[in-house]
């Protein structure tokens, strides 16, 4: 066992390992010493300076077409960038704001702002004028970059109340020419200067928190936050950023640079020298086309993307009549992975002659176009933002595709957490990365401690004592360590219901397994104070269609999905598998379908997709309380 145990304990309140014991604490040494000096910056510098022709980025042209950039091409781009900031008066230390999408000029404008010292502040391109206004004002920018009119018009409706904003830079005008140009007077020894200036303890961004319940808090993330995260990644995991030991490693980065997740992407693969892409929709149309003309050899996602990946190939295999032989490749998978999961542990011999001469037949005609559905070089992935159900993680693996589930938060500066490589427990978020300490409280609570933990929340004392007690994060999730000291996570102390009986319930559990149907694209479990457990269920339009379209059914209206009892009967499918998880007195007794899908817009899910269950309870409060009739 790789890793610092401290004493065994029993289960945490309502948590039950396999085995029926837990460890209370796990250490997990650094395999990377932590930089003395320095910041973010200085790695776009070094190397120029050490391979100046190596691929650093592509980037896309409005024809779909990618252009390599070379380290040296990128190196002279952020400092001309640079030069241009300083002429138009941003100064060391400032707050910078950046409303885009994931594109890249955002990770250009990044590099650039920690040249000079100064700290981005991201913004969701799909914040309300209130939400950029709240973030605006408490971080106190100087200066906004915004990726189109619509942003411009957002921070005009509020500018009259941000007295720190001096400038407004929109990149589909012209602004990122206008500023290189005006930098065309500043000497290159001025940007050095500023650089040289950086130390790890400098502060490098100022991240909002999603807000699922009350304001967004900032999150002041440092130089040494970051390059502690990022290099101990790097030193475990860089092996598996290559389909094979001599590629090159590149990755396409489509998780929101708003987000801290896409944030330690970025910055893991400039420092780590991988390849790096941009693609700016998460949606599954307009993703799967960017991964199969980029071709990363390694990705990170959240579980949503490869939920869709698995979920396109079911659609297609049904749509030619092949369901049952995919449904039986997708049993092969799961039972192979299974086994070499087993003998990784040291608890089988792994998969039988008989087992790999199944898996071997399905190759060619399901797991190769699983594979090629994500450019075809893909052979690790890493996932975070949400669980990931265990039966998908053992189809992509059987499928050739290894994905590491990891565990994080904002102020963990990302994962707190990851499978190793060589010894991946599916249905778990791992050990932690080296240089961390997990730890499990008396009471479930799952606390955290190593280099990449925040600093604290801006102008927020009361709440950062609140999560950092003597170097350890609190992170507000309940979970377990097993005896190996790989994570468990059941749920968040503040999302715990306790039902009118007493019951105490974790709600993700269920949900995620009624999510993982098809035809659901979000599950809410309610029950707080209620006799029982119920849930509302929304649905997935593009597997809607597609169950519709095979049954020879006509469209239907969303009224008239809702009360279409052959839909219904799917779903009850579904929420009766998510019952097997739990007893009886935890399981969903009743559930609705929605005509429509909690979106962002409607103030309903954060930017992370995270679901805001007090705005959900209240927008749906007749639907809720029909449930109880």
């Known amino acids: 066992m790789w890793g610092t145990v401290t004493a065994l304990c029993g289960a945490p309140p309502g948590v039950a390992p396999e085995g029926g014991r837990s460890l209370r604490e796990f250490t997990v040494p650094p395999m990377a010493t932590a930089p003395q000096v320095g910041g973010l910056a200085d790695a776009v510098f070094d190397h120029a300076l050490d391979d100046p022709r190596r691929i650093a980025l592509?980037?896309?042209?409005?024809?779909?077409?990618?252009?390599?950039?070379?380290?040296?091409?990128?190196?002279?781009?952020?400092?001309?960038?640079?030069?241009?900031?300083i002429a138009d008066g941003v100064r060391f230390g400032d707050r910078v704001a950046i409303m885009a999408r994931t594109r890249y000029e955002w990770t250009l404008f990044d590099f650039a702002l920690w040249t000079i010292g100064a700290q981005p502040v991201p913004i969701y391109p799909t914040s309300s004028a209130e939400q950029v206004f709240w973030m605006l004002h408490d971080s106190e920018v100087t200066a906004c970059v915004v990726e189109h009119e619509d942003h411009s018009m957002t921070i005009g409706s509020v500018v009259d109340r941000l007295p720190h904003l001096k400038r407004l830079w929109q990149l589909d005008t012209g602004a990122l020419r206008a500023l290189l140009a005006l930098g065309e007077t500043i000497d290159d020894e001025v940007v050095h200067r500023h650089r040289r200036a950086v130390t790890p303890e400098s502060v490098a961004t100022v991240i909002y928190t999603s807000g699922t319940t009350g304001r967004p808090k900032g999150c002041v993330i440092t130089h040494a936050n970051f390059m502690f995260e990022t290099d101990m990644l790097i030193?475990?995991?860089?092996?598996?950023?290559?389909?094979?030991?001599?590629?090159?490693?590149?990755?396409?980065?489509?998780?929101?640079?708003?987000?801290?997740?896409?944030?330690?992407?970025?910055i893991a693969a400039i420092r780590g020298r991988v390849k790096l892409g941009h693609q700016p929709a998460l949606s599954a149309s307009a993703l799967l086309p960017d991964l199969q003309s980029f071709r990363p050899t390694f990705i990170l996602a959240v579980p949503y993307i490869f939920e869709k990946v698995f979920n396109a190939a079911r659609r297609r295999a049904e749509s030619e009549g092949k369901t049952g032989p995919f449904d039986k490749a997708v049993d092969i998978a799961v039972k192979y992975a299974e086994a070499v999961e087993q003998k990784a542990f040291g608890q089988g011999p792994g998969p039988s002659a008989a087992l790999r001469m199944q898996h071997q037949f399905f190759e060619k005609t399901v797991y190769g176009k699983v594979r090629e559905a994500m450019g075809g070089?893909?052979?690790?992935?890493?996932?975070?933002?949400?669980?990931?159900?265990?039966r998908l993680g053992l189809f992509f693996e059987g499928a050739g595709v290894t994905v590491f589930e990891g565990y994080g938060l904002t102020e963990s500066t990302a994962a707190a957490t990851a499978n190793p490589p060589?010894?991946?427990?599916?249905?778990?978020?791992?050990q932690p990365i080296p240089g961390t300490t997990v730890h499990i409280a008396d009471d479930g609570e799952v606390w955290v401690r190593g280099g990449q933990i925040f600093s604290g929340y801006l102008n927020e004392p009361k709440a950062t004592e609140a999560v950092l007690r003597e170097g350890w994060l609190a992170t507000g999730d309940i979970g377990a360590l097993d005896e190996d000291g790989y994570l468990t996570i059941t749920g968040r102390k503040k999302e715990i219901l306790v039902t009118s009986g007493g019951k105490s319930v974790s709600p993700v559990a269920l949900e995620e397994r009624v999510r993982a149907h098809p035809l659901v694209a979000q599950c809410?479990?309610?029950?707080?104070?209620?006799?029982y457990i119920a849930a509302l269920v929304t649905l997935d339009q593009e597997g809607v269609d597609h169950w519709l379209a095979m049954r020879g059914k006509p469209p239907l209206t969303p009224s008239e999905l809702v009360r279409d009892p052959d839909l219904e009967t799917?779903?009850?499918?579904?929420?009766?598998a998510a019952n097997t998880l739990v007893s009886q007195a935890e399981s969903i007794r009743t559930f609705r379908i929605l005509a429509h899908q909690f979106t962002e817009e409607h103030g309903l899910l954060t930017p992370s997709l995270k679901l805001k269950r007090r705005a959900i309870e209240e927008a749906y409060e007749v639907e809720v309380d029909a449930l109880y009739r």
């Open 58 to 85: 592509c980037r896309k042209d409005a024809s779909g077409r990618w252009h390599d950039v070379t380290a040296a091409d990128f190196r002279d781009q952020v400092l001309a960038l640079a030069k241009g900031l």
């Open 235 to 266: 030193s475990r995991w860089e092996p598996v950023f290559h389909s094979r030991p001599d590629d090159e490693a590149s990755t396409l980065l489509f998780l929101p640079l708003a987000h801290v997740f896409g944030r330690m992407v970025e």
């Open 377 to 390: 070089r893909v052979r690790h992935a890493m996932s975070g933002g949400s669980g990931m159900g265990r």
């Open 422 to 430: 060589e010894r991946t427990r599916y249905g778990t978020v791992g």
């Open 524 to 531: 809410i479990v309610v029950g707080n104070d209620r006799p």
């Open 570 to 576: 799917e779903v009850r499918r579904a929420v009766v």
